[in-house]
């Protein structure tokens, strides 16, 4: 029997949490193991449930979903817990602020209830979920930053010709089938690069690869 994706729902209206709660667990194949009011609970939370997605309000009291998320990816003991942000704004500085703490996905409010569901699916594969309008706003912030030669890492330099063509397409936000698609590879395939990728680049989903991609230089929005 499968085990079902567990959710931790964090978000300081109690309205709202009780209709993700019925949201999610009318979904077979998911459950809510907790309910956080604030970013400090949901830290609390993460750490006692172990949850496989927190699914994370930006603006809370005493601690905001940016810092909560930072705290629960970069603790050890909550390092296989992953984020989706959840908020009613697409700015720039949350976004950007959200997948350098570590989220794996970021939509809106708006969204409709079948694709939050689908999001938190996505996003507990370990595939980065970005909204089209937040990922057209992420790829301007790039665009706005001045123009710089790539500086490669070690870990980029290590990666064969292949894996930096994947790369590079993982940042342009194709997904498994359109890579398999543009590269004439098998879906098997393309998962393996892609996994080998977040092993070499020690990165926790695709959208930190395409953190990565961009902050290294590898890929600018203007090329």
């Known amino acids: 029997m499968i085990e079902p994706i567990r959710v931790l729902v964090a978000d300081d209206q109690a309205l709202l949490r009780g209709s993700f709660r019925a949201l999610i667990e009318n979904e077979p194949e998911m459950t809510v193991v907790a309910e956080a009011g604030t970013g400090a609970e ?55 602020a959200a997948l350098r703490a ?18 938190i699916r996505l996003v507990a594969r370990g595939e980065g979920l970005l909204a089209p309008t937040v990922t057209r706003r992420l790829i301007a912030e790039f665009a706005r930053s001045p123009e710089r030669p790539p500086v490669l890492t070690r870990e980029l330099q290590l990666l064969t010709e292949r894996e ?4 590079t397409l993982v940042a342009r936000g194709l997904s498994n089938t359109e890579l398999a698609e543009r590269l004439q590879l098998s879906p098997a395939t393309v998962k393996t690069y892609v996994g080998r990728l977040l092993a070499k680049l020690h990165a926790r989903d695709r959208a930190q690869l395409v953190i990565i991609a961009y902050e290294s230089g590898l890929i600018s929005p203007n090329r």
Request: net charge negative.
């Open 102 to 119: 570590g989220a794996g996905g970021f939509l809106l409010k708006d969204t409709r209830p079948a694709e939050l569901c689908d999001a």
């Open 164 to 167: 930096r063509e994947v790369l």
């Open 42 to 96: 949901a830290v609390e939370l993460a750490l006692a449930h172990l949850p496989d997605i927190v699914l994370m309000d930006v603006l809370m009291p005493t601690m905001d979903g940016i810092e909560a998320t930072r705290r629960i990816c970069g603790t050890p003991e909550t390092q296989g817990v992953r984020v989706l942000i959840l908020t009613m704004f697409d700015l720039d500085s949350h976004v950007y």
